[in-house]
């Protein structure tokens, strides 16, 4: 693998998040939570930032976006989207106002700022209806996964249960079609269309045991694309050979000194001591 780099397991990203059920929501709001895991988590990063829900969500941060949350795997955060608010950001890609990380159950830990508390949710790992009023909010419960989560995503620094290490890639290689762009298919040759990966974009090949249509992630997205037009980046070059030191040339400039030696051995000696290339022997004279 190209990367060293450490991730939080799902299970330890599971057992911090689980060590924070009760919590108040004014200790830690939903995206406050999900950044406790981050910072307190074997693996993870003490110093993590991020500025909000919508925030993360156009972040690099996250990896495999997707709508829906049937795939959802152990360790991957889910998010809740306002749909009427399209209009509010620039981007048009509307409100990600709430996110949970999924759980081995397939249910979802997160803080919740409901006060009126009337539903279900799980006490030590028990599904039960429960009610209450809670000044401020709930805080950090766990709770089915069911259709108010409308979105997916992995986080960079978490490795989902049964998923793939993002940095973990096998090499770099651009795109290399005759003009339009590459199709990243869900599956292989026929497997449905997730986006087209423009000629001369980079990707990140994850598994090319199938060199005709490899794994590769785009943009944060996983797929496969054709080999055929794929052209590795990032082959370590050959380091050059060690070419020997010429000797002079005949008539060329040389310079030293000479001092003469009782021996050969002598010669040799003094001239390792001062880190001489070459030693010029000449016969001892009376």
Not at 168 to 175: G, R, S
Request: charged share 25%; net charge neutral; glycine share 10%.
């Amino acid at each position: 693998m190209m990367r060293g780099k450490k991730m939080i397991k799902a299970t330890d990203a599971l057992s911090a998040g689980r060590s924070l059920l009760g919590t108040p929501y004014s200790t830690y709001d939903c995206i406050n939570f999900i950044k406790k895991i981050i910072r307190t988590s074997p693996g993870g990063k003490s110093n993590y930032q991020t500025a909000g829900t919508n925030a993360l969500w156009r972040s690099n941060d996250l990896a495999n976006k997707r709508k829906g949350i049937t795939d959802a795997k152990p360790g991957e955060v889910v998010f809740k989207w306002k749909s009427q608010d399209t209009g509010k950001y620039p981007d048009g890609l509307g409100d990600f106002h709430h996110i949970g990380i999924v759980t081995d159950h397939q249910t979802v830990m997160h803080s919740s700022s409901v006060e009126n508390w009337n539903g279900y949710r799980y006490v030590d790992g028990v599904r039960q209806k429960t009610s209450g009023y809670y000044p401020g909010g709930i805080g950090a419960i766990e709770t089915d996964l069911d259709s108010k989560w409308t979105h997916t995503a992995t986080h960079k620094l978490i490795s989902p249960e049964g998923g793939k290490d993002m940095d973990d890639y096998l090499y770099k290689a651009i795109v290399v079609t005759e003009s339009s762009g590459l199709r990243l298919r869900k599956s292989p040759v026929n497997g449905e269309v997730r986006t087209t990966i423009p000629k001369g974009a980079t990707v990140f090949v994850m598994n090319d045991q199938n060199p005709e249509w490899p794994e590769v992630q785009y943009a944060g997205l996983l797929g496969y694309c054709s080999g055929t037009y794929l052209q590795r980046t990032d082959d370590p070059e050959p380091k050059p050979e060690p070419q020997p030191t010429p000797d002079p040339e005949p008539g060329a400039s040389t310079w030293g000194i000479f001092i003469p030696c009782e021996s050969q051995a002598a010669a040799l000696q003094l001239a390792a001591f001062f880190n001489v290339a070459h030693v010029c022997q000449k016969e001892l004279r009376d």
